[in-house]
């Protein structure tokens, strides 16, 4: 069928009620700069950002367009500049008798793409632009340039090398902050709120050490003004978005009666605790899923632990048997006891009592996202970037298990599924390349462990590799745990090793 291109003509023609904008999109200031504008940023912060826009929707709030910004590629803006920035969001789940079901909304709030490497100096005239107020950025783990064995700056990474020479024409998202701050300090702008909306934790936190320091090798004046002018909220944020595939496109042109080159797929469920620390003014985003609070550290933790930490274990053990998403995987009785024990009983007891929190409701509601079967979120997706991610979503849980002296057979078990996943081969005999930027190292690593007779010997090699496990380098009841894992996961496979989980 020959369906128009979403753009703003074909929108009063679209299937469906009041899944448009109603405000008027070229009144929009460019209010929020956001790097890394991939489809978790489209599901999460610009769903909120368009309900804070309509909060009242006799007198939108417009000061909020977004700026989104892609550090590497150009696809997102070849895809949306034809549409304008206008792009869907598909929330999709099944209803009670598992029919799949989806609602779909069109965005506004996106009003301009920028690519940075063949435009940094727009980037950088956006984030020192007078009406922009906050700087946000989903730019995964790996964006934050953090040195592999410590916390600090990764100042021999090749591009912060290259943005402390080129100030007008950075490449990590560090660099344009930076300099892009210095130009506002010069012009004698205000400030910004810099909001780190990545997994990590004490996101806001750990951006302000990292801009500060670069700062401070930039121009000492300038740390010491971000410090004194900027804001860096913590925040957790959580909504599941997979890939889009072609044939999420087919289905939602169908739905939609127009084509979208580039929407994005999510689960009804969206949370965001945000500390309330603006500079310059914000979104009434609690319009849209954000709860304010006064600390996000906890709930960052929760968040890390339980879904991120879980989502992990699924994604490595479901990729080694060969089950494709995390819905198959979870349908798996042996794979969903095996998870929810971890939860239960490894991670829940490390974490924070926290107001309203019911975490058996908490761990329950988890269970049922990830067995929501319209997502089709892909475990090899998710498996990406392990040494980015495992320290924060499984080992701080282990180190505090093992300070306290408590058992890690389930947290253990995650581990070994990771480390047995660098072997690049499932158990179907599919070979999948490992997607890490450590990838060099990992295969170093591996090697040397493979060398080792005894599996208590591998592990014990896997646990001095230091951007992972840090302190934990040969910890005897962890290298124990952690061989008895891997040689069951080697010999009798992910199923009968979950099976014999007791
Ligand atoms: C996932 C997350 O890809 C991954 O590593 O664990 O993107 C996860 O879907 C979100 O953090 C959920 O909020």
Not at 18 to 43: M, Q
Not at 133 to 161: M, N
Not at 267 to 283: H, K, Q, S
Not at 436 to 450: H, I, K, M, V
């Amino acid at each position: 069928m020959n369906l128009p291109r979403l753009d703003p003509a074909s929108l009063p023609a679209l299937r469906g009620k009041g899944i448009t904008p109603t405000y008027d999109r070229g009144a929009l200031a460019p209010g929020i700069v956001h790097l890394g504008v991939g489809a978790f940023a489209r599901a999460h912060l610009a769903v909120a950002t368009e309900a804070a826009i309509t909060a009242d929707p006799a007198h939108p709030d417009l000061r909020w367009g977004i700026v989104g910004v892609s550090l590497r590629q150009a696809d997102t803006r070849d895809a949306l500049a034809p549409q304008q920035g206008l792009y869907t969001v598909v929330v999709r789940d099944a209803d009670t008798a598992g029919q799949p079901r989806q609602s779909l909304q069109v965005i506004g709030c996106l009003t301009r793409l920028l690519v940075a490497p063949e435009s940094p100096g727009a980037v950088l005239e956006a984030l020192a632009h007078p009406q922009a107020r906050i700087a946000s950025l989903t730019v995964t783990e790996k964006g934050y340039l953090r040195a592999p064995a410590g916390t600090g700056l990764w100042w021999e990474h090749p591009d912060i090398v290259h943005d402390l020479a080129q100030p007008q024409a950075p490449r990590s998202a560090l660099g344009f902050l930076v300099h892009a701050l210095a130009l506002r300090r010069q012009r004698g702008l205000g400030p910004l709120t810099l909001m780190s909306l990545d997994n990590l934790p004490s996101n806001g936190h750990t951006l302000r050490g990292l801009v500060l320091a670069l700062a401070a090798s930039v121009d000492s004046g300038l740390a010491l003004w971000i410090e004194a002018h900027c804001a860096f909220p913590d925040s957790m944020v959580d909504r599941i978005v997979p890939r889009t595939t072609d044939e999420d496109r087919d289905r939602l042109a169908q739905a939609l009666g127009a084509r979208d080159a580039w929407p994005v797929m999510t689960e009804p469920f969206i949370d965001w605790a945000v500390e309330d620390r603006f500079t310059a003014g914000r979104p009434a985003w609690d319009a849209g899923g954000a709860r304010f609070v006064a600390e996000a550290a906890p709930w960052e933790r929760l968040k890390l632990r339980m879904v991120n930490g879980s989502h992990s274990a699924i994604a490595y053990l479901g990729a080694m048997a060969a089950w494709d998403t995390v819905d198959r995987a979870i349908a798996e009785p042996a794979l969903r006891a095996c998870v929810q024990d971890l939860l239960r009983h490894e991670v829940a007891p490390t974490l924070p009592a926290l107001p309203g929190l019911d975490v058996d409701a908490y761990r329950e509601r988890l269970l049922a996202r990830f067995a929501n079967p319209a997502l089709a979120h892909r475990t090899q997706q998710i498996a990406m970037d392990g040494t980015q991610k495992l320290p924060q979503r499984l080992l701080g849980t282990v180190r505090e298990r093992l300070a306290a002296g408590a058992p890690i057979t389930r947290l253990a078990l995650a581990v070994a599924a990771w480390l047995h996943y660098l072997r690049g081969v499932d158990e179907a005999h599919q070979r999948y390349p490992i997607e890490d930027p450590l990838a060099g190292e990992l295969a170093a690593l591996r090697r040397e462990a493979q060398a080792c007779t005894s599996a208590e010997d591998r592990a014990r090699v896997f646990t001095r590799f230091g951007p992972v496990f840090g302190d934990l380098a040969d910890h005897p009841v962890l290298v124990s745990a952690l061989a008895q894992a891997l040689q069951s996961l080697e010999q009798r496979g992910v199923r009968a090793t979950l099976e014999a989980c007791d």
